[in-house]
Protein backbone atom coordinates (compact mmCIF):
# COMPACT_ATOMS: atom_id res chain seq x y z
CA UNK A 1 0.00 0.00 0.00
CA UNK A 2 1.22 3.36 -0.85
CA UNK A 3 1.70 6.68 1.73
CA UNK A 4 -1.18 8.65 1.23
CA UNK A 5 -0.14 11.54 -1.45
CA UNK A 6 0.07 15.27 -0.88
CA UNK A 7 -3.16 15.31 -3.05
CA UNK A 8 -5.51 12.64 -3.50
CA UNK A 9 -6.51 11.57 -7.10
CA UNK A 10 -9.89 11.00 -7.68
CA UNK A 11 -10.68 10.31 -11.40
CA UNK A 12 -14.69 9.96 -11.97
CA UNK A 13 -15.90 9.07 -15.34
CA UNK A 14 -19.95 8.88 -14.83
CA UNK A 15 -21.45 6.28 -17.03
CA UNK A 16 -24.33 6.35 -18.49
CA UNK A 17 -27.44 4.44 -17.02
CA UNK A 18 -26.89 1.72 -19.84
CA UNK A 19 -23.38 1.95 -19.51
CA UNK A 20 -23.95 0.72 -15.89
CA UNK A 21 -25.84 -2.67 -16.84
CA UNK A 22 -22.08 -3.87 -17.91
CA UNK A 23 -20.61 -5.50 -15.60
CA UNK A 24 -17.61 -4.97 -14.06
CA UNK A 25 -15.38 -8.20 -13.86
CA UNK A 26 -12.24 -9.96 -12.30
CA UNK A 27 -10.15 -8.31 -15.05
CA UNK A 28 -11.13 -4.62 -13.63
CA UNK A 29 -10.64 -6.07 -10.10
CA UNK A 30 -7.77 -3.80 -7.92
CA UNK A 31 -5.45 -5.15 -5.62
CA UNK A 32 -6.67 -3.72 -1.93
CA UNK A 33 -10.63 -4.00 -3.10
CA UNK A 34 -11.38 -7.60 -3.95
CA UNK A 35 -11.75 -9.75 -0.83
CA UNK A 36 -10.40 -13.36 -0.94
CA UNK A 37 -12.65 -16.35 -0.82
CA UNK A 38 -14.27 -18.39 2.34
CA UNK A 39 -11.46 -21.32 3.93
CA UNK A 40 -13.08 -24.67 3.46
CA UNK A 41 -13.15 -25.65 7.17
CA UNK A 42 -15.44 -22.89 7.69
CA UNK A 43 -17.56 -23.66 4.49
CA UNK A 44 -18.10 -27.22 5.80
CA UNK A 45 -18.85 -25.92 9.64
CA UNK A 46 -20.91 -23.01 8.17
CA UNK A 47 -22.90 -25.44 5.71
CA UNK A 48 -21.77 -23.53 2.97
CA UNK A 49 -20.95 -25.12 -0.83
CA UNK A 50 -17.31 -24.78 -1.30
CA UNK A 51 -15.19 -25.03 -4.14
CA UNK A 52 -10.92 -24.33 -4.58
CA UNK A 53 -11.65 -20.65 -6.95
CA UNK A 54 -9.51 -17.71 -6.92
CA UNK A 55 -11.74 -14.14 -7.47
CA UNK A 56 -8.95 -13.34 -10.32
CA UNK A 57 -9.73 -16.19 -12.10
CA UNK A 58 -11.99 -15.97 -15.25
CA UNK A 59 -14.18 -19.32 -14.34
CA UNK A 60 -14.93 -18.91 -11.01
CA UNK A 61 -16.21 -22.96 -11.06
CA UNK A 62 -20.04 -21.96 -10.19
CA UNK A 63 -22.22 -24.72 -9.18
CA UNK A 64 -24.10 -26.19 -12.37
CA UNK A 65 -27.07 -25.48 -11.05
CA UNK A 66 -25.74 -22.24 -9.87
CA UNK A 67 -29.04 -19.56 -12.08
CA UNK A 68 -31.88 -21.30 -10.77
CA UNK A 69 -30.38 -21.91 -7.35
CA UNK A 70 -29.91 -17.97 -7.08
CA UNK A 71 -32.90 -17.05 -8.83
CA UNK A 72 -34.50 -19.38 -6.24
CA UNK A 73 -33.17 -18.13 -3.50
CA UNK A 74 -34.04 -14.45 -4.64
CA UNK A 75 -37.50 -15.33 -4.95
CA UNK A 76 -37.59 -17.16 -1.42
CA UNK A 77 -35.98 -13.32 -0.12
CA UNK A 78 -38.38 -11.20 -2.30
CA UNK A 79 -41.18 -13.45 -0.40
CA UNK A 80 -39.85 -13.07 2.90
CA UNK A 81 -39.00 -10.04 2.92
CA UNK A 82 -41.47 -7.19 1.99
CA UNK A 83 -38.77 -4.31 2.65
CA UNK A 84 -36.48 -6.04 0.44
CA UNK A 85 -39.44 -6.04 -2.90
CA UNK A 86 -40.68 -2.41 -2.12
CA UNK A 87 -36.75 -1.69 -1.82
CA UNK A 88 -36.14 -3.32 -5.80
CA UNK A 89 -39.14 -1.24 -6.84
CA UNK A 90 -39.38 2.29 -5.51
CA UNK A 91 -36.25 4.04 -6.38
CA UNK A 92 -36.77 6.57 -8.34
CA UNK A 93 -32.98 7.23 -8.87
CA UNK A 94 -33.00 10.81 -7.70
CA UNK A 95 -29.18 10.52 -6.24
CA UNK A 96 -29.85 12.20 -2.68
CA UNK A 97 -28.06 8.99 -1.88
CA UNK A 98 -25.13 9.16 -4.36
CA UNK A 99 -22.89 11.18 -2.79
CA UNK A 100 -23.34 9.98 1.15
CA UNK A 101 -21.49 6.82 1.20
CA UNK A 102 -18.03 7.23 2.27
CA UNK A 103 -16.44 4.49 -0.36
CA UNK A 104 -18.05 6.80 -3.32
CA UNK A 105 -16.15 9.62 -1.57
CA UNK A 106 -12.70 7.99 -0.91
CA UNK A 107 -12.76 6.10 -4.45
CA UNK A 108 -14.42 7.97 -6.67
CA UNK A 109 -16.16 4.67 -8.05
CA UNK A 110 -19.47 6.05 -9.47
CA UNK A 111 -20.42 1.80 -8.94
CA UNK A 112 -19.53 2.95 -5.57
CA UNK A 113 -22.78 5.23 -5.12
CA UNK A 114 -25.44 3.95 -3.19
CA UNK A 115 -27.71 4.02 -6.21
CA UNK A 116 -25.25 2.19 -8.30
CA UNK A 117 -24.09 -0.39 -5.75
CA UNK A 118 -28.21 -1.39 -5.87
CA UNK A 119 -28.89 -1.26 -9.29
CA UNK A 120 -26.23 -4.24 -9.82
CA UNK A 121 -28.91 -6.24 -7.47
CA UNK A 122 -32.01 -4.84 -8.74
CA UNK A 123 -31.32 -5.09 -12.59
CA UNK A 124 -31.44 -8.74 -12.18
CA UNK A 125 -34.62 -8.53 -10.37
CA UNK A 126 -36.66 -6.23 -12.95
CA UNK A 127 -35.37 -8.79 -15.33
CA UNK A 128 -36.52 -12.26 -13.60
CA UNK A 129 -39.43 -10.37 -11.70
CA UNK A 130 -40.68 -7.83 -13.16
CA UNK A 131 -43.09 -7.74 -16.90
CA UNK A 132 -41.80 -4.46 -17.81
CA UNK A 133 -38.48 -5.58 -17.72
CA UNK A 134 -38.85 -9.26 -19.37
CA UNK A 135 -40.56 -7.32 -22.08
CA UNK A 136 -37.92 -3.89 -22.31
CA UNK A 137 -34.64 -5.52 -20.91
CA UNK A 138 -32.26 -3.18 -20.83
CA UNK A 139 -34.39 0.09 -22.08
CA UNK A 140 -35.64 -1.05 -18.83
CA UNK A 141 -33.04 -1.16 -16.76
CA UNK A 142 -32.70 -4.69 -16.77
CA UNK A 143 -30.12 -7.50 -17.44
CA UNK A 144 -29.38 -10.93 -17.46
CA UNK A 145 -27.46 -12.87 -14.63
CA UNK A 146 -24.06 -14.30 -15.83
CA UNK A 147 -21.39 -15.01 -14.49
CA UNK A 148 -19.87 -11.82 -15.16
CA UNK A 149 -23.33 -10.55 -12.87
CA UNK A 150 -21.96 -12.70 -10.35
CA UNK A 151 -18.35 -11.40 -9.95
CA UNK A 152 -19.82 -7.38 -9.94
CA UNK A 153 -21.79 -8.15 -7.23
CA UNK A 154 -18.74 -10.10 -5.11
CA UNK A 155 -16.60 -6.75 -5.71
CA UNK A 156 -19.39 -4.39 -4.78
CA UNK A 157 -21.28 -5.88 -2.22
CA UNK A 158 -17.85 -6.07 -0.17
CA UNK A 159 -16.93 -3.14 -0.87
CA UNK A 160 -20.20 -1.83 1.44
CA UNK A 161 -19.64 -1.93 4.98
CA UNK A 162 -23.67 -1.70 5.72
CA UNK A 163 -23.43 1.39 7.32
CA UNK A 164 -26.72 2.74 6.43
CA UNK A 165 -25.50 6.30 6.10
CA UNK A 166 -27.03 6.60 2.51
CA UNK A 167 -30.33 5.24 4.20
CA UNK A 168 -30.37 8.45 6.55
CA UNK A 169 -30.79 10.96 3.23
CA UNK A 170 -33.21 8.51 0.90
CA UNK A 171 -36.26 10.54 0.64
CA UNK A 172 -37.85 7.03 0.41
CA UNK A 173 -35.94 5.62 3.46
CA UNK A 174 -34.70 3.08 1.09
CA UNK A 175 -32.14 0.75 3.39
CA UNK A 176 -29.08 -0.44 0.58
CA UNK A 177 -27.60 -1.64 3.51
CA UNK A 178 -30.18 -4.15 3.73
CA UNK A 179 -30.43 -5.11 -0.23
CA UNK A 180 -26.90 -5.50 0.19
CA UNK A 181 -27.29 -7.83 2.90
CA UNK A 182 -29.77 -10.29 0.91
CA UNK A 183 -26.89 -9.97 -1.93
CA UNK A 184 -24.75 -10.98 0.37
CA UNK A 185 -27.16 -13.92 1.06
CA UNK A 186 -27.84 -14.85 -2.54
CA UNK A 187 -24.01 -14.93 -3.40
CA UNK A 188 -23.32 -17.36 -0.22
CA UNK A 189 -26.25 -19.76 -1.88
CA UNK A 190 -23.94 -20.02 -4.90
CA UNK A 191 -20.58 -20.41 -2.68
CA UNK A 192 -19.65 -17.17 -3.84
CA UNK A 193 -18.64 -15.95 -0.18
CA UNK A 194 -15.36 -14.06 1.03
CA UNK A 195 -13.23 -15.23 3.96
CA UNK A 196 -13.27 -12.69 6.44
CA UNK A 197 -16.50 -12.35 8.30
CA UNK A 198 -16.74 -16.42 8.11
CA UNK A 199 -13.33 -16.94 10.04
CA UNK A 200 -15.14 -15.43 12.48
CA UNK A 201 -18.52 -16.60 12.27
CA UNK A 202 -17.07 -20.49 12.60
CA UNK A 203 -15.10 -19.63 15.36
CA UNK A 204 -17.85 -17.80 17.36
CA UNK A 205 -20.47 -20.75 16.45
CA UNK A 206 -17.99 -23.48 17.41
CA UNK A 207 -16.67 -21.87 20.82
CA UNK A 208 -18.31 -18.45 21.58
CA UNK A 209 -15.85 -15.75 20.31
CA UNK A 210 -14.11 -14.77 17.06
CA UNK A 211 -10.91 -16.01 18.54
CA UNK A 212 -12.24 -19.25 19.15
CA UNK A 213 -11.03 -18.87 23.11
CA UNK A 214 -12.01 -22.02 25.37
CA UNK A 215 -13.41 -21.35 28.81
CA UNK A 216 -10.10 -21.81 30.20
CA UNK A 217 -8.81 -18.91 27.75
CA UNK A 218 -11.94 -16.36 28.83
CA UNK A 219 -11.52 -16.51 32.32
CA UNK A 220 -7.83 -16.46 31.71
CA UNK A 221 -7.78 -13.43 29.63
CA UNK A 222 -9.99 -11.82 32.20
CA UNK A 223 -7.95 -12.50 35.38
CA UNK A 224 -5.11 -10.72 33.18
CA UNK A 225 -7.09 -7.46 33.05
CA UNK A 226 -8.02 -7.97 36.62
CA UNK A 227 -4.10 -7.96 37.34
CA UNK A 228 -3.09 -4.80 35.37
CA UNK A 229 -5.98 -2.93 37.01
CA UNK A 230 -4.18 -4.19 40.49
CA UNK A 231 -1.21 -2.63 38.85
CA UNK A 232 -2.64 0.83 38.35
CA UNK A 233 -4.91 0.82 41.53
CA UNK A 234 -3.58 -1.39 44.10
CA UNK A 235 -6.83 -3.30 44.34
CA UNK A 236 -7.45 -6.59 43.88
CA UNK A 237 -10.67 -7.61 41.86
CA UNK A 238 -12.07 -11.05 41.47
CA UNK A 239 -14.27 -11.58 38.29
CA UNK A 240 -16.97 -13.64 38.88
CA UNK A 241 -17.16 -16.05 35.80
CA UNK A 242 -20.28 -18.08 34.95
CA UNK A 243 -21.54 -17.46 38.11
CA UNK A 244 -25.07 -19.42 38.18
CA UNK A 245 -27.68 -16.95 39.81
CA UNK A 246 -25.88 -13.59 39.40
CA UNK A 247 -28.51 -10.35 38.85
CA UNK A 248 -26.39 -9.31 36.11
CA UNK A 249 -24.96 -10.99 32.52
CA UNK A 250 -22.35 -8.90 31.25
CA UNK A 251 -21.95 -9.05 27.74
CA UNK A 252 -18.68 -7.37 25.83
CA UNK A 253 -17.13 -8.40 22.40
CA UNK A 254 -14.22 -10.75 22.75
CA UNK A 255 -11.58 -7.80 21.76
CA UNK A 256 -12.23 -6.44 25.20
CA UNK A 257 -10.25 -9.00 26.66
CA UNK A 258 -7.92 -9.48 23.86
CA UNK A 259 -6.81 -6.65 22.02
CA UNK A 260 -5.41 -2.51 22.78
CA UNK A 261 -6.68 -0.72 23.19
CA UNK A 262 -9.88 -2.50 24.11
CA UNK A 263 -7.82 -3.61 27.01
CA UNK A 264 -8.16 -0.55 29.22
CA UNK A 265 -12.23 -0.41 28.03
CA UNK A 266 -12.43 -3.78 29.74
CA UNK A 267 -10.00 -2.52 32.95
CA UNK A 268 -12.51 0.24 33.06
CA UNK A 269 -15.80 -2.43 33.55
CA UNK A 270 -13.99 -4.68 35.85
CA UNK A 271 -13.50 -1.37 38.13
CA UNK A 272 -16.70 0.00 37.73
CA UNK A 273 -18.21 -3.50 38.61
CA UNK A 274 -15.91 -3.74 41.54
CA UNK A 275 -16.81 -0.62 43.23
CA UNK A 276 -20.51 -0.75 42.92
CA UNK A 277 -20.31 -3.75 44.41
CA UNK A 278 -23.00 -5.39 41.56
CA UNK A 279 -23.88 -8.53 41.27
CA UNK A 280 -23.35 -9.80 37.94
CA UNK A 281 -21.50 -12.56 35.80
CA UNK A 282 -19.03 -12.79 32.73
CA UNK A 283 -20.47 -16.09 30.46
CA UNK A 284 -17.58 -17.96 28.71
CA UNK A 285 -20.21 -19.09 25.83
CA UNK A 286 -21.74 -16.11 25.45
CA UNK A 287 -18.24 -14.45 25.39
CA UNK A 288 -18.58 -12.35 22.25
CA UNK A 289 -20.95 -9.66 21.39
CA UNK A 290 -20.13 -9.14 17.64
CA UNK A 291 -21.52 -11.16 15.41
CA UNK A 292 -20.53 -10.99 11.98
CA UNK A 293 -23.44 -13.31 10.59
CA UNK A 294 -25.44 -9.86 10.96
CA UNK A 295 -23.56 -9.23 7.68
CA UNK A 296 -24.19 -11.94 5.57
CA UNK A 297 -27.89 -13.55 6.30
CA UNK A 298 -30.72 -13.58 9.11
CA UNK A 299 -29.91 -16.91 9.81
CA UNK A 300 -26.11 -16.67 10.80
CA UNK A 301 -26.81 -13.77 12.39
CA UNK A 302 -29.77 -15.37 14.74
CA UNK A 303 -27.58 -18.39 15.03
CA UNK A 304 -24.89 -16.25 16.95
CA UNK A 305 -27.09 -14.16 18.59
CA UNK A 306 -29.25 -16.61 20.47
CA UNK A 307 -26.62 -17.94 22.94
CA UNK A 308 -26.80 -14.70 24.90
CA UNK A 309 -30.14 -15.55 25.80
CA UNK A 310 -29.12 -19.08 26.44
CA UNK A 311 -26.46 -18.30 29.11
CA UNK A 312 -29.42 -15.55 30.82
CA UNK A 313 -31.20 -18.51 30.93
CA UNK A 314 -29.17 -21.21 31.96
CA UNK A 315 -27.11 -18.68 34.72
CA UNK A 316 -30.93 -17.56 36.42
CA UNK A 317 -29.72 -13.61 36.02
CA UNK A 318 -32.30 -11.05 35.64
CA UNK A 319 -31.48 -8.92 33.05
CA UNK A 320 -28.13 -8.46 30.35
CA UNK A 321 -26.39 -5.74 30.64
CA UNK A 322 -23.70 -4.97 27.40
CA UNK A 323 -20.78 -3.38 26.85
CA UNK A 324 -18.89 -1.61 24.32
CA UNK A 325 -19.78 -3.29 20.77
CA UNK A 326 -21.59 -2.30 17.78
CA UNK A 327 -22.94 -5.49 16.07
CA UNK A 328 -24.39 -6.17 19.25
CA UNK A 329 -26.70 -3.42 19.57
CA UNK A 330 -27.39 -2.88 15.71
CA UNK A 331 -29.04 -6.88 16.36
CA UNK A 332 -30.26 -6.27 19.97
CA UNK A 333 -32.15 -2.88 18.51
CA UNK A 334 -33.26 -4.24 15.19
CA UNK A 335 -33.68 -7.58 15.10
CA UNK A 336 -33.26 -9.57 18.78
CA UNK A 337 -36.93 -9.10 19.90
CA UNK A 338 -38.53 -11.33 17.28
CA UNK A 339 -35.00 -13.06 16.16
CA UNK A 340 -34.54 -15.09 19.44
CA UNK A 341 -37.38 -13.55 21.82
CA UNK A 342 -36.06 -13.09 24.86
CA UNK A 343 -36.13 -16.38 27.95
CA UNK A 344 -39.28 -16.06 29.82
CA UNK A 345 -36.84 -16.09 33.38
CA UNK A 346 -35.39 -12.35 32.11
CA UNK A 347 -36.97 -9.26 34.11
CA UNK A 348 -37.34 -5.79 32.74
CA UNK A 349 -34.03 -4.17 33.75
CA UNK A 350 -33.67 -2.29 37.03
CA UNK A 351 -30.32 -0.57 38.08
CA UNK A 352 -29.42 -1.98 41.48
CA UNK A 353 -27.78 1.00 42.78
CA UNK A 354 -30.01 3.65 41.61
CA UNK A 355 -33.17 1.97 41.28
CA UNK A 356 -34.07 3.55 37.56
CA UNK A 357 -36.34 1.39 35.60
CA UNK A 358 -34.95 0.84 32.05
CA UNK A 359 -38.23 1.38 30.16
CA UNK A 360 -36.74 1.27 26.79
CA UNK A 361 -34.93 -2.26 27.57
CA UNK A 362 -37.95 -3.88 28.75
CA UNK A 363 -38.70 -5.53 25.65
CA UNK A 364 -34.86 -7.35 25.11
CA UNK A 365 -34.07 -7.13 28.48
CA UNK A 366 -30.40 -5.31 27.68
CA UNK A 367 -29.35 -2.24 28.73
CA UNK A 368 -26.08 -0.37 27.15
CA UNK A 369 -23.07 0.28 29.37
CA UNK A 370 -23.58 3.94 28.34
CA UNK A 371 -26.82 4.18 29.90
CA UNK A 372 -26.09 2.39 32.60
CA UNK A 373 -22.77 5.08 33.66
CA UNK A 374 -25.33 7.80 32.52
CA UNK A 375 -27.62 6.87 34.92
CA UNK A 376 -25.10 6.52 38.07
CA UNK A 377 -23.63 9.78 36.88
CA UNK A 378 -26.84 11.31 36.78
CA UNK A 379 -27.92 9.74 40.20
CA UNK A 380 -23.94 10.67 41.94
CA UNK A 381 -23.44 6.97 42.69
CA UNK A 382 -20.05 7.14 41.37
CA UNK A 383 -17.19 9.86 42.09
CA UNK A 384 -15.07 11.02 39.47
CA UNK A 385 -11.89 13.03 39.24
CA UNK A 386 -12.27 14.24 35.46
CA UNK A 387 -8.61 15.89 35.71
CA UNK A 388 -6.94 11.97 35.62
CA UNK A 389 -8.09 12.88 31.78
CA UNK A 390 -6.98 16.22 31.33
CA UNK A 391 -3.89 15.13 29.27
CA UNK A 392 -6.73 14.44 26.89
CA UNK A 393 -8.63 16.33 24.36
CA UNK A 394 -11.10 14.54 23.27
CA UNK A 395 -13.43 13.49 20.13
CA UNK A 396 -16.75 11.11 20.08
CA UNK A 397 -17.04 9.37 16.66
CA UNK A 398 -20.47 7.94 16.61
CA UNK A 399 -20.35 4.01 15.95
CA UNK A 400 -22.53 3.19 12.89
CA UNK A 401 -24.37 0.28 14.71
CA UNK A 402 -25.08 2.36 18.08
CA UNK A 403 -25.52 5.90 16.57
CA UNK A 404 -28.01 4.46 13.23
CA UNK A 405 -28.64 1.27 14.65
CA UNK A 406 -30.01 2.15 17.62
CA UNK A 407 -29.72 6.21 18.06
CA UNK A 408 -27.42 6.06 21.04
CA UNK A 409 -26.10 9.28 20.99
CA UNK A 410 -26.68 11.26 24.02
CA UNK A 411 -25.79 8.83 27.02
CA UNK A 412 -21.92 8.13 25.54
CA UNK A 413 -21.80 11.93 24.90
CA UNK A 414 -22.90 12.26 29.00
CA UNK A 415 -20.52 10.38 30.14
CA UNK A 416 -17.78 11.61 28.57
CA UNK A 417 -18.57 15.16 29.28
CA UNK A 418 -18.35 14.15 33.26
CA UNK A 419 -15.14 12.11 33.07
CA UNK A 420 -13.23 14.55 30.78
CA UNK A 421 -12.70 18.54 31.07
CA UNK A 422 -11.88 18.62 27.01
CA UNK A 423 -14.43 17.29 24.82
CA UNK A 424 -14.99 18.67 21.15
CA UNK A 425 -17.39 17.48 18.61
CA UNK A 426 -16.33 17.02 15.23
CA UNK A 427 -18.48 18.83 12.47
CA UNK A 428 -22.15 18.14 12.41
CA UNK A 429 -22.49 16.56 8.97
CA UNK A 430 -19.74 13.96 10.49
CA UNK A 431 -21.75 12.98 13.77
CA UNK A 432 -24.67 11.34 15.11
CA UNK A 433 -27.26 10.37 13.04
CA UNK A 434 -25.03 11.29 9.89
CA UNK A 435 -21.91 9.95 11.09
CA UNK A 436 -18.99 8.75 8.82
CA UNK A 437 -18.15 4.69 8.87
CA UNK A 438 -14.24 3.92 10.20
CA UNK A 439 -13.70 2.29 6.70
CA UNK A 440 -13.68 -1.17 8.24
CA UNK A 441 -17.37 -2.17 9.08
CA UNK A 442 -19.72 -5.07 7.86
CA UNK A 443 -16.94 -7.36 7.31
CA UNK A 444 -14.35 -5.74 5.64
CA UNK A 445 -12.19 -5.29 8.97
CA UNK A 446 -9.35 -7.43 6.50
CA UNK A 447 -5.81 -6.95 5.12
CA UNK A 448 -6.06 -7.47 1.75
CA UNK A 449 -9.04 -4.88 1.23
CA UNK A 450 -6.89 -2.47 3.20
CA UNK A 451 -6.55 0.44 0.36
CA UNK A 452 -10.17 0.38 0.22
CA UNK A 453 -10.58 0.99 3.94
CA UNK A 454 -8.46 3.69 4.21
CA UNK A 455 -9.96 5.58 1.44
CA UNK A 456 -13.16 4.37 2.88
CA UNK A 457 -12.11 5.91 6.09
CA UNK A 458 -10.99 9.32 4.84
CA UNK A 459 -14.45 11.54 5.41
CA UNK A 460 -13.71 10.46 8.89
CA UNK A 461 -9.92 11.39 9.00
CA UNK A 462 -10.82 14.33 7.25
CA UNK A 463 -13.37 15.08 10.16
CA UNK A 464 -10.81 14.36 12.68
CA UNK A 465 -8.14 16.58 11.04
CA UNK A 466 -10.41 19.39 11.77
CA UNK A 467 -10.53 19.22 15.29
CA UNK A 468 -7.23 17.83 15.61
CA UNK A 469 -5.82 21.03 14.36
CA UNK A 470 -8.68 23.75 15.36
CA UNK A 471 -8.75 22.24 19.22
CA UNK A 472 -5.73 19.98 19.85
CA UNK A 473 -8.00 16.60 19.86
CA UNK A 474 -5.23 13.99 20.52
CA UNK A 475 -8.17 11.12 21.47
CA UNK A 476 -10.83 9.62 19.55
CA UNK A 477 -13.51 7.65 21.51
CA UNK A 478 -15.69 5.48 19.97
CA UNK A 479 -18.16 2.82 21.96
CA UNK A 480 -17.34 -0.11 19.12
CA UNK A 481 -14.97 -2.72 18.69
CA UNK A 482 -14.35 -2.45 15.15
CA UNK A 483 -13.69 1.14 15.55
CA UNK A 484 -10.88 0.17 18.01
CA UNK A 485 -9.30 -1.89 15.56
CA UNK A 486 -9.60 -0.30 12.48
CA UNK A 487 -9.02 3.74 13.85
CA UNK A 488 -5.36 2.91 14.74
CA UNK A 489 -4.54 1.81 10.81
CA UNK A 490 -6.44 4.52 9.80
CA UNK A 491 -4.92 7.59 11.41
CA UNK A 492 -1.33 6.40 11.14
CA UNK A 493 -2.16 6.31 6.89
CA UNK A 494 -3.71 9.95 7.38
CA UNK A 495 -0.61 10.67 9.55
CA UNK A 496 -2.76 12.16 12.91
CA UNK A 497 -1.36 11.93 15.56
CA UNK A 498 -4.53 10.29 18.02
CA UNK A 499 -5.07 8.12 19.98
CA UNK A 500 -7.88 5.74 20.09
CA UNK A 501 -9.75 4.25 23.16
CA UNK A 502 -13.07 3.48 24.53
CA UNK A 503 -15.91 5.41 27.00
CA UNK A 504 -14.86 2.97 30.05
CA UNK A 505 -11.05 3.66 29.72
CA UNK A 506 -11.73 7.51 30.18
CA UNK A 507 -14.44 5.92 32.88
CA UNK A 508 -11.78 3.73 34.49
CA UNK A 509 -8.83 6.88 34.58
CA UNK A 510 -11.55 9.07 36.53
CA UNK A 511 -13.03 6.89 38.71
CA UNK A 512 -12.28 7.68 42.54
CA UNK A 513 -12.60 3.92 44.46
CA UNK A 514 -13.01 3.82 48.10
CA UNK A 515 -10.36 0.58 48.24
CA UNK A 516 -7.57 2.80 46.59
CA UNK A 517 -5.14 3.78 49.44
CA UNK A 518 -2.98 5.84 47.11
CA UNK A 519 -2.95 8.44 44.82
CA UNK A 520 -3.23 7.57 41.02
CA UNK A 521 0.17 8.51 39.14
CA UNK A 522 -0.50 7.11 35.33
CA UNK A 523 -3.47 6.62 33.23
CA UNK A 524 -4.79 2.76 32.05
CA UNK A 525 -2.31 2.81 29.31
CA UNK A 526 0.20 3.58 32.06
CA UNK A 527 0.35 7.33 31.06
CA UNK A 528 1.83 9.54 33.60
CA UNK A 529 -1.00 11.76 34.73
CA UNK A 530 -0.41 15.77 34.79
CA UNK A 531 0.95 17.05 37.55
CA UNK A 532 0.94 13.86 39.22
CA UNK A 533 3.30 11.26 37.51
CA UNK A 534 6.74 11.84 36.22
CA UNK A 535 6.07 13.60 33.19
S1 LIG B 1 -31.84 8.51 -2.46
FE1 LIG B 1 -33.24 6.72 -2.44
S2 LIG B 1 -34.61 7.03 -4.18
FE2 LIG B 1 -32.89 8.45 -4.47
S3 LIG B 1 -31.42 7.30 -5.77
FE3 LIG B 1 -30.84 6.90 -3.65
S4 LIG B 1 -31.91 4.99 -3.06
FE4 LIG B 1 -32.90 5.81 -4.96
S1 LIG C 1 -24.67 1.31 3.51
FE1 LIG C 1 -22.88 2.65 3.86
S2 LIG C 1 -21.22 1.63 2.75
FE2 LIG C 1 -23.14 0.76 1.96
S3 LIG C 1 -23.70 2.00 0.19
FE3 LIG C 1 -24.71 2.94 1.97
S4 LIG C 1 -23.28 4.53 2.68
FE4 LIG C 1 -22.12 3.13 1.34
Known amino acids: MEEHPEVLKIEQKFPSWRDMLKPVTEKDFKPGFYHYPIL ?41 YRSLKVFMDICVRCGACADKCHYYVGTGDPKNMPVARAETLRSIYRRYFTKIGQIFGEWAGARELT ?13 CSLCRRCSAFCPYGIDTAEIVWRGRELLNSIGVSHRFSFISIAASARTGNHLGL ?15 VYDITG ?49 TYASEGGNFGTFQSYELAQKLNH ?46 ITGTYFENAAETKMVHIAEFVADLIKHKKIKLDPSRNDHWKVT ?90 AFPHLLEFWKLPVEVGGMMELVGNALIMKDEDQERTTDLRGNPLPGRGEE
Open 396 to 485: FHDSCNTARGMGLFEEPRYVIKNVCNYFYEMPEHTIREKTYCCGSGGGLLTEEVMELRMRGGMPRAMALKHVHKRFGVNFLCTICAIDKA
Open 40 to 80: EKDAQALGIPYRDWDPLDKDWKLPPDWKETFLNKFKELLDK
Open 235 to 283: IEIEVPVNKKGAEILFVSPSADFFATPHWYVCMGYLMLFHELGLDYTWS
Open 307 to 352: KIYEEAERLGVKWILGGECGHMWRDKHQFMATMNPPPKTLEDPVNP
Open 147 to 159: EDVIKELYYYFYQ
Open 214 to 228: LPGGVAGALQSVAED
